[in-house]
Antibody, heavy 121, light 111 residues
């Protein structure tokens, strides 16, 4: 079964750090670009970051640039999001999502179940 | 980069057709045929319904169709069914500086 499973969410104080993980299974992880997308409580979807299959190309939303770092380990079939200097407005469910095309076509066909990140003192 | 503009809500009766619009700019929707649509039921992860403006992934009902004219993309659902009640989000490629922008979402109510 093709599957993505996120982990690592939790409660963190403003200014703190958290590292999210996304474990992939059922497909050749190293052949696909990946994304992180978040959704604040009761709000819409917000794209966070993109990483190409080989990690050669990385993009970030302006709202997280300089604070978040996306990475992947193709040998471990895993995607990561290192989140530093967290703010209240980073509170959200964080989803990892696969782009269905080998490179990029803005089509996120596989999503994880999400992991909740709460930034609060 | 501003979010794409969608109506907050739309509604329709079973069997009817509805269309959800998604208005962007010449920097995103208007410049690229990389518009996708997602369905999200409460408490669930989004599901890809349409990609590259009008293509349907395998397994998605042909009641769902997509189109684009200028800076506005549209999702049409024909033969509305109760299970179509959900939130719908459009998404567009926005160039190498921003990459991806989502719409604010539209809540579809099946009356």
């Amino acid at each position: 079964e093709v599957q993505l499973v996120e982990s690592g969410g939790g409660l963190v104080q403003p200014g703190g750090s958290l590292r999210l993980s996304c474990a992939a299974s059922g497909f050749t992880f190293s052949s696909y670009s990946m994304n992180w997308v978040r959704q604040a409580p009761g709000k819409g979807l917000e794209w966070v970051s993109y990483i190409s299959s080989s990690s050669s190309t990385i993009y970030y939303a302006d709202s997280v640039k300089g604070r978040f770092t996306i990475s992947r380990d193709n040998a471990k079939n895993s995607l990561y999001l290192q989140m530093n200097s967290l703010r209240d407005e980073d509170t959200a469910v964080y989803y990892c999502a696969r782009d269905m095309c080998g490179s990029y076509c803005n089509a996120f066909d596989i999503w994880g179940q999400g992991t909740m990140v709460t930034v609060s003192s | 980069q501003s979010a794409l503009t969608q109506p907050a809500s739309v509604s329709g009766s079973p069997g009817q057709s509805i269309t959800i619009s998604c208005t962007g700019t010449s920097s995103d929707v208007g410049s690229y045929n990389l518009v996708s649509w997602y369905q999200q039921h409460p408490g669930k992860a989004p599901k890809l319904m349409i990609y590259e403006v009008s293509k349907r992934p395998s397994g998605v009902s042909n009641r769902f169709s997509g189109s684009k004219s200028g800076n506005t993309a549209s999702l049409t659902i024909s033969g509305l069914q109760a299970e179509d009640e959900a939130d719908y989000y459009c998404c567009s490629y926005a160039g190498s500086s921003t990459l991806v922008v989502f719409g604010g979402g539209t809540k579809l109510t099946v009356l």
